[in-house]
């Protein structure tokens, strides 16, 4: 693989991805999206840590489509749930069809610059609460962008077998500043630490006995 | 099936599944897409025939996308290149994933609204130069639509083995107002009659023996 278009949110995932892709001297160009999430804050260091790496980085704004997916990531007045990852009212956090949306502007970028692949930090841990993070749906995605026009893309999740434990365990041997990478799904200056994916940063860093150096609230 | 988001053009195609889907009892939500195409004017005429049918229509901006897809139908100084259809120069006229970015949109408010499906009107005429209207491709996508999320919708393609010639003939039987689709890639106010999908449309009621309404330029 020479060249991908990657899914980039500035979160610790896809920043472990980016790192792993530059230590294989895959070139990268990097694609996050707004689409109307409170946490706005990882598309400010989605920009920061790419214009320090020199990768190319490009932000679609579909905030517009808050008004069609009901989420509590968009919708302004409702909370966001508290709770470990993969607790039951994480659901909440869904915001539909979230990454085929995703997924698919990526593909479309990759066609247009003839990119081999897109690739997708979606990992084993994502499973339980949200569908589109699992393995048989990347397989079938994988088979539609394939198809879907004359220069072939496939999208590649050397992830998807692997936990968020692994994953820090791979961003430590690959330098990744952890520091400068976000989490949080709140929106404030720093991580709540309450969340379901502040709990799951926090676990993951505890587990793969690796310093975590994220500031959280309280 | 009782209801669905129907991917509306304005065009000749969605416009017979619409009613099609009206005469089977179905419940429509209309979705049109604004990704920077020169031929805006199918989105006033998509406006224009919901309004009249009372049928709710939402169209979400995507034109920030022309910036990362190629293709002569968005990018400005580009010629929208004249001759048949199925010609190899009509390639030029693909969006990069078009199909899929919209779908996996569509399937996004699908499941927001609890719906059963994605209507799709891709048919068989569209195949020679579109990848992304095959029959493989929408398979795949269908099966990864159906993984996306808990609640499951299916991407229903009825036309996919029919022809261009087929949905003229079904139009008449449903009693499409033809005269108010709208198919021409150029933007003018008229249908230019010189571009590809304007030499479809007039070969499709000229084979299906149906008196054509449209005006034509020259």
Redesign the interface.
């Given at each position: 693989m020479k060249s991908v278009v990657l899914i980039y949110s500035g979160g610790l995932d896809s920043t472990v991805l980016l790192y792993d892709c530059l230590a294989q001297g895959i070139k990268v160009r990097t694609?996050s999206i707004n689409y109307g999430q409170k946490h706005s804050k990882e598309l400010l260091v989605a920009h920061e840590t790419t214009t320090q790496l020199g990768i190319e980085h490009?932000c679609?704004?579909?905030s517009?489509?808050g008004?069609?997916?009901?989420s509590s990531l968009t919708i302004t007045h409702e909370e966001i749930p508290e709770g470990h990852y993969e607790a039951e009212n994480m659901?909440a956090t869904?915001?539909?069809?979230?990454?085929?949306?995703l997924?698919?502007?990526a593909?479309?970028?990759a066609?247009?610059t003839r990119s081999d692949a897109v690739a997708y930090g979606a990992h084993g841990g994502d499973h339980a609460i949200y569908?589109?993070c699992?393995e048989?749906?990347a397989d079938?995605?994988d088979?539609?962008?394939q198809?879907?026009?004359?220069h072939p893309v496939t999208l590649w999740r050397p992830y998807v077998h692997l936990n968020k434990t692994d994953l820090v365990k791979k961003g430590m041997e690959l330098g990744v500043p952890f520091a400068k990478t976000w989490s949080c799904y709140k929106g404030g200056h720093i991580h709540c630490g309450k969340c379901g994916t502040c709990r799951e940063r926090k676990e993951a860093f505890s587990l793969a006995g690796v310093y975590d150096p994220t500031t959280y609230a309280g």
């Open positions: 694609l490009r679609v704004d579909l517009c489509l008004k069609i997916l009901n659901k869904v915001v539909p069809n979230r990454n085929m949306i997924l698919s502007i593909a479309g970028w066609i247009s569908p589109d699992r048989s749906f079938a995605l088979k539609a962008i198809l879907a026009d004359w």
